[in-house]
């Protein structure tokens, strides 16, 4: 009878590293999917409603209306052009000097953004700083100014 001497090592326990890291890689999609929307939902805007009296206009005000398809006009007078030159000529002759005169712009719900930008940079260059946007009233419907 032959014996078997032979020292016999313990087997270590042996850890699997692979469904660690394949669930690792799903928590990583989930954080980098939910991370890109994000920024998306931090824009979300609710724009007030004005509800004042409609106030006349004043001599001090220098009314400026932006229809839908980005034409001007100064205190009801139509502006030649729609480079920011000549609305700033514009505005400034129509402040007649006066820069504390105040600047209501008066455009299209469907204007284009960068027609009203215009319409502030150009009051910028001609040293106009009070700006106001004339709004509609939400009962009547009436247009502002």
Do not use: C, W
């Amino acid at each position: 009878m032959a014996m078997n001497f032979r020292h016999r090592r313990p087997e270590e326990p042996e850890i699997n590293l692979i469904p660690f890291i394949d669930v690792l890689l799903v928590v990583l999609i989930f954080l980098m999917l939910t991370t890109t929307y994000a920024k998306y939902t931090q824009l979300k805007i609710t724009l007030p409603v004005a509800e004042s009296n409609r106030i006349e206009s004043q001599p001090r005000e220098i009314v400026v209306g932006v229809s839908s398809d980005g034409v001007y006009t100064i205190n009801k007078q139509p502006v030649e052009g729609v480079g920011i030159e000549v609305l700033t000529n514009a505005l400034s002759a129509a402040a007649q000097g006066d820069a504390g005169r105040t600047v209501i712009i008066s455009a299209d719900a469907m204007a284009a953004h960068q027609s009203v930008i215009n319409v502030m940079d150009a009051a910028r260059r001609a040293g106009l700083v009070q700006l106001t946007f004339a709004t509609q009233s939400a009962r009547s419907g009436g247009k502002g100014p």
